[in-house]
């Protein structure tokens, strides 16, 4: 299956690396603008080429600002207006706390005091870093066991759609189904549906409309803007021959989590 990658560089985030881990362990002091810069550089990047976002998927607490950006910046832009976000709860803590003005920063990009209540005044930790992404997010999931178990019942007792840790043995088909109860859009669904049965010729189909536009495709969307459905998934990784962080965009119904070595 084709997938599309983007990588995401900056000089003073991305490339300070030692050769003794990425840049979110040996230049922790700087997380918050690192992480701020990431969210700002993926979601701007989905607005330059144009797409139609249906699902917004964030992994990694490094992603964690991505629904707090779409809900209060992002929300009539075009490219999210009618898209879902997902945030994946997975054991990835970090030690310690943000830099204490982080607060402050997201004060100055726009974001008011009502919308950054759940971070308290105190320097920011992991937990209250993920509870803004759950408090802003349509849906969590459980990637895997491990996750943080009182995020995992924060999650819960929000009320929103929950998706716990899918069996190996149909993880694709599980994740698309959940996705496919959050879309509204009946051309976007059906396409869905059809990706649960992911070992068929008919999720083949349904990848190649996705990512080809075929005829079938342009029926669905002749009347919208784009003639594709992408969806973002938006996690850290180490880029091939370097370290540093990437932004995952992909054009096909079922999901895999792909790691590029």
Not at 28 to 35: H, I, L, M, T, V
Not at 145 to 171: I, Q, R
């Amino acid at each position: 299956t084709r997938m599309q990658v983007y990588f995401m560089d900056n000089d003073d985030y991305f490339y300070r690396h030692t050769g003794d881990g990425l840049e979110t362990e040996t230049h922790a002091s700087d997380n918050d603008e690192r992480s701020m810069f990431f969210v700002r550089g993926s979601v701007e990047t989905v607005k330059k080429l144009r797409w139609d976002a249906s699902i917004v998927h964030c992994t990694g607490w490094i992603t964690a600002l991505t629904p707090l950006y779409l809900k209060h910046k992002y929300n009539e832009d075009p490219s999210f207006r009618t898209g879902k976000i997902v945030v994946s709860l997975l054991p990835d803590a970090f030690d310690g706390t943000l830099d204490p003005r982080f607060v402050e920063k997201l004060r100055m990009d726009g974001f008011t005091d009502e919308q950054l209540s759940v971070l308290g005044e105190a320097p920011v930790d992991y937990h209250a870093l993920m509870r803004i992404a759950i408090d802003n997010a349509d849906a969590v999931m459980e990637v895997m066991p491990g996750a943080d178990s009182s995020l995992v019942e924060y999650a819960k007792a929000s009320g929103k759609p929950f998706l716990s840790c899918p069996s190996a043995e149909n993880y694709a088909g599980e994740v698309a189904e959940f996705y496919a109860s959050l879309i509204h859009n009946i051309a976007q669904r059906q396409i869905c549906n059809e990706a649960i049965s992911h070992n068929s010729g008919r999720a083949r189909r349904a990848r190649i409309r996705l990512m080809r536009g075929n005829e079938l495709h342009r029926k669905y969307y002749r009347r919208r803007r784009t003639q594709h459905s992408h969806r973002l998934y938006i996690y850290p990784d180490r880029p091939h021959g370097g370290n540093g962080c990437r932004a995952v965009a992909h054009a096909h119904t079922t999901y895999r989590q792909h790691r590029l070595q």
